[in-house]
């Protein structure tokens, strides 16, 4: 079955008790047990619950994993998988890495002694020597935030399979619509739902895929025992959104691709970045692993000036923080998702002053060319 079909046609798609087509939002805290001896299937709604279990079945389709989980946020995702790691282990992870997992990595997981090492993963050298006797996890984003770098999943998940090393994929980026990191030998993908999964700008939640039972076994032991699980309406609105994510990241990357196109003739723009041009570095390595070249773009402009000039002036897009809506939003990184990374590193980074993130929405792009033409000045 092909992804389209099976967004549609997973199994998961009709309530089993009552035959709706739309998998009702089990509004329950707790399930009454007619058989003390025999307690059935659901018990108390943080262990399990049918619309969250609707969810996590079908991300467990699309990514091609053994099972799922739906987690209150993509940190809680993240936090929770990487609660999987103990005292002693050492986990290298890329430096462009989203802002929040630097966060936990740093001033909270680093107190519970885990160590991590941060490395440019686009360098594959790096990866293989960051790893040490007591390496357990390797964490990686592709394409990386802003600047859309590529990490080579297929030589970084080589090396860490001859180092007996858990590789985790945050997919948040692409969706398995364009990239199924498990199909490449990864162990673990998560997601910020909130992003295309989720897809309207509606909804906080998290997903993760693990494709082993082992894996499977230990993370619901954590999710279970952390709590931070997905409520049953915004498992609903993450189920809902989904079923489209075909059709509107087909529409993304069209845009995106043309608007990239453009932004390369715009005589304001100094850089582009993005996967799907011939000249961005990691081009040829993405497509060899990846389908699409994503709805997330970023440039730069020749000055500060235009840059803000930019921010105010440009029409029927939100200005804001995330990503992955229906609606393009346009992020300046350097006072949202990198605010806390102090300017010396901002910079090392290569996230300039002048850098705009634009995550391409559903708009007819020429309407989006004649905003941009209009504020980029
Ligand atoms: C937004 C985002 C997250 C965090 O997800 P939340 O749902 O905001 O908690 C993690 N990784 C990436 C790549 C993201 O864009």
Request: hydrophobic share 40%; charged share 20%.
């Amino acid at each position: 079955m092909k992804f389209g079909t099976k967004l549609i046609h997973n199994g998961n798609e009709v309530d089993p008790f009552t035959g709706a087509l739309s998998i009702p939002i089990y509004q329950a805290s707790t399930f009454h047990q007619p058989n003390i001896e025999n307690i059935g299937k659901y018990d108390y709604a943080r262990s399990g619950n049918p619309t969250r279990e609707a969810l996590e079945n079908t991300i467990a389709q699309l990514e091609n994993g053994v099972r799922g989980f739906a987690f209150s946020s993509g940190m809680a995702a993240i936090s929770s998988v990487l609660s999987l790691f103990s005292a002693g282990d050492h986990i290298v992870i890329c430096e462009d890495v989203y802002g929040g997992t630097f966060r936990i990595a740093t001033k909270v997981l680093n107190r519970f002694g885990i160590e991590f090492t941060f490395i440019d993963a686009s360098e594959i050298s790096e990866i293989e020597s960051a790893i040490k006797s007591n390496t357990k996890g390797l964490y990686l984003e592709t394409p990386s935030n802003p600047l859309l770098k590529i990490t080579d999943l297929r030589e970084a998940i080589k090396i860490a399979k001859r180092n007996d090393v858990i590789v985790i994929v945050d997919n948040s980026f692409l969706s398995p619509y364009f990239q199924k990191p498990l199909d490449l030998g990864a162990d673990i993908v998560v997601h910020s739902a909130t992003k295309f999964i989720a897809g309207h700008s509606d909804v906080i939640g998290g997903l993760a895929v693990v494709k082993s039972e082992e894996l499977a076994r230990d993370l619901y032991t954590i999710q279970n025992s952390f709590g931070a699980v997905l409520g049953p309406q915004d498992c609903w609105l993450t189920l809902r959104g989904l079923k489209t994510l075909k059709v509107r990241m087909d529409v993304y990357e069209q845009t995106a691709q043309k608007l990239a196109n453009w932004l390369l003739t715009n005589e304001c723009v100094e850089e582009v970045y993005y996967p799907g041009l011939k000249e961005h570095p990691g081009h040829d390595i993405h497509f060899e692993q990846a389908s699409g070249g994503g709805a997330v773009l970023s440039f730069t402009l020749k000055t500060i000036d235009q840059t803000i000039r930019f921010l105010q002036k440009v029409e029927n897009v939100a200005v804001a923080v995330s990503l992955g809506g229906v609606e393009t939003i346009v992020s300046y990184p350097v006072k949202m998702s990198h605010a806390a990374i102090p300017k010396d590193v901002r910079e090392r980074l290569g996230v300039k002053d002048t850098l705009i993130r634009v995550s391409v929405g559903l708009e007819d792009v020429e309407d989006l060319i004649a905003s941009f033409q209009k504020a980029l000045i």
